[in-house]
C-alpha cells in the first residue's frame, strides 16, 4: 500500500511545478495571478508541515499545517474574485478562517479529537470549492468559448463531493483513524483528493490565465487602440461577410467611406493630443447616432467605413446626412476646438461586386465630396442612375461611376 508520506511529496513537488508554471505568467499582469501563486506557496508548506507529524511539534505538523490549508484556499478565492474583476471576498470567508483557527486549538490541545478535526477541515473545503464553482459560473463569458471556467467549475464540484464524502464519514464515526498518516485504504483515497485538488485548480488557473491572453490578444487585432472602433482588419473581415450575406439574401447592403474634413489642420492648430481626442470624439458620436445594426470601424488615420445592412443607397444617404446634421447641431464638439465636419462617399451593393470594388466607388465618392467643398455626402451611381445626396451647393450629391473606370479588385 502506497505511504500517505510519499503522497503528500507527491504533492509537494506538483506544488513546486505548478507554481513555477504561475510564475511564468506574472508578465502579463493578469489579475488574480499573483494570488494564485500565494496560495500554491502557502499550500507547499502546509504539505512539509503535515508530512512532519510525528517528528515535529502539533503547534506546527497540526495546528499551523491546517491554517495554512485554509489561508491557501482562501488565496485561490480571492484570486477568482480578482481574475474576474469582483468584490473581494466577503466577511463570512474569513470568519471561517479564524473559526478553523479555534477549532483547531480546541480539538487539538482542549479536547483533542482527530475525527472532528478532519471534519471541520472537510466542511470548510467544501465551503471554498462551492464559491470558487459560484463564482466561475457568474463570470463565464456567454458570448464565447468558456471550456477553462467549466474546467475550474467540474473540478471545484468534484473537490465538494470528495470533501462532502470525507467529512461526513469523519463526522459520523465511520472512519476508525487516529492520524492523518495512517496507510489505510480510505485515507489514501482521501490524501488521493487533495494530491490532486492542487494541480487541477492551479492547470485551471493556468487556463484561465492563458484564456485572459488570448482575449487581449483578440482585443488588440480586432479593436483600434486609439478610438476603441474596430480596426482596419476587424472591419474589412466583418464587412465581407455582411457583404457576402446580402449576396446570398438578395438584400441591400450600402458601405460609406467618412473622412473628418480638415483634420491635418486640426492637429497643426491645436496639436496631436487634440486630433487624438477628435477622433476618439467622433467614434463616440458616431457609434452612438447610428442604427444598431450599422457597423462602423476605422480604416486608418482620419478615415472611417460605415456598413449599413439592408439598406438601400437612398437610405444610407439619409443616415448619413442625418449624422452630419447632428454633429453640427453641436455647439462646441470638444473643449477648445471649433465645431469640425466630415465628408462621406457612399455606394450601394451592385451583383457580382467585390469588397474592393464597392469600396473603390465609395472612395472615389468621397474624394469628389472633398473635391466639392467638404461637408457633405456624395453617393456614387452608374450612368443612368439618379440619386439625391444632401443638396449642399456645388453638387447634386451623386456622381456617375462606370465599372470600365473602377480599379481592379
Known amino acids: 500500500m502506497l505511504n500517505p508520506v510519499s503522497l503528500l511529496f507527491v504533492t509537494a513537488l506538483s506544488g513546486v511545478m505548478a507554481t513555477a508554471m504561475l510564475c511564468s505568467l506574472l508578465r502579463a499582469a493578469i489579475p488574480g495571478v499573483a494570488w494564485w501563486i500565494a496560495a500554491n506557496a502557502v499550500a507547499i508548506v502546509a504539505v ?28 485561490m478565492l480571492d484570486g477568482c474574485h480578482r481574475f474576474l474583476g469582483r468584490r473581494r471576498l466577503l ?63 467540474v473540478s471545484s464540484v468534484l473537490f465538494c463531493i470528495g470533501h462532502l464524502a470525507r467529512g461526513a464519514m469523519y463526522g459520523f464515526g ?11 485504504p480510505l485515507n489514501i483515497a482521501f490524501l488521493a483528493i487533495g494530491i490532486l485538488a492542487l494541480p487541477c485548480m492551479t492547470i485551471g488557473s493556468v487556463m484561465l490565465a492563458h484564456d485572459r491572453m488570448a482575449t487581449r490578444l483578440e482585443t488588440l487585432a480586432n479593436i483600434d487602440d486609439l478610438t ?38 486640426i492637429n497643426d ?9 477628435v477622433l476618439r470624439h467622433f467614434t463616440a458620436f458616431v457609434e452612438s447616432h447610428l442604427r444598431p445594426d450599422d457597423l462602423f470601424g476605422r480604416l486608418g488615420g482620419e478615415e472611417f467605413g460605415v456598413i449599413c445592412p439592408a439598406t438601400d443607397l437612398r437610405e444610407a444617404v439619409a443616415v448619413l446626412e442625418r449624422l452630419q446634421e447632428q454633429l453640427s447641431a453641436l455647439e462646441q464638439p470638444l473643449p477648445g476646438v471649433a465645431a469640425y465636419t466630415f465628408s462621406v ?15 473603390a466607388r465609395a472612395d472615389a465618392a468621397l474624394y469628389v465630396a472633398k473635391a466639392s467643398g467638404r461637408n457633405r455626402v456624395i453617393a456614387a451611381m452608374p450612368s443612368g442612375d439618379r440619386c439625391a445626396g444632401n443638396d449642399r451647393p456645388l453638387d447634386s450629391g451623386v456622381i456617375n461611376l462606370n465599372r470600365e473606370d473602377m480599379p481592379a479588385a
Not at 97 to 118: H, N, Q
Not at 174 to 184: P, R
Not at 238 to 258: D, E, F, N, V, Y
Not at 345 to 359: A, C, K, Q
Request: with cysteine.
Open 174 to 184: 465511520q472512519m476508525d483513524q487516529h492520524s492523518l498518516l495512517q496507510a489505510t
Open 345 to 359: 462617399g457612399v455606394d450601394e451593393y451592385r451583383g457580382g461586386d467585390t469588397l474592393s470594388v464597392l469600396m
Open 269 to 277: 492648430t491645436h496639436g496631436h493630443a487634440v486630433g487624438d481626442s
Open 48 to 75: 512539509v508541515c503535515v508530512a512532519g507529524q510525528g517528528h515535529i511539534a502539533p503547534w506546527i505538523s497540526i495546528v499551523l499545517a491546517n491554517l495554512l490549508v485554509s489561508v491557501a484556499l482562501l488565496f
Open 91 to 153: 466577511a463570512d470567508v474569513y470568519l471561517g478562517v479564524a473559526g478553523t483557527l479555534a477549532g483547531l486549538i480546541y480539538w487539538t490541545y482542549v479536547s483533542p479529537d482527530f475525527a472532528a478535526r478532519v471534519a471541520m477541515m472537510s466542511a470548510f473545503n467544501l465551503y471554498i470549492y462551492a464559491q470558487v464553482a459560484w463564482v466561475m459560473w457568474r463570470g463565464r463569458p456567454l458570448k464565447r468559448s468558456a471550456y477553462s471556467y467549466y474546467f475550474l467549475i
Open 228 to 265: 476603441g472602433s474596430l480596426a482596419r482588419r476587424a472591419f474589412l473581415a466583418r464587412a465581407q461577410a455582411a457583404l457576402s450575406t446580402a449576396a446570398r439574401a438578395q438584400r441591400p447592403l450600402s458601405l460609406a467611406i467618412i473622412d473628418i474634413d480638415r483634420f491635418k489642420s
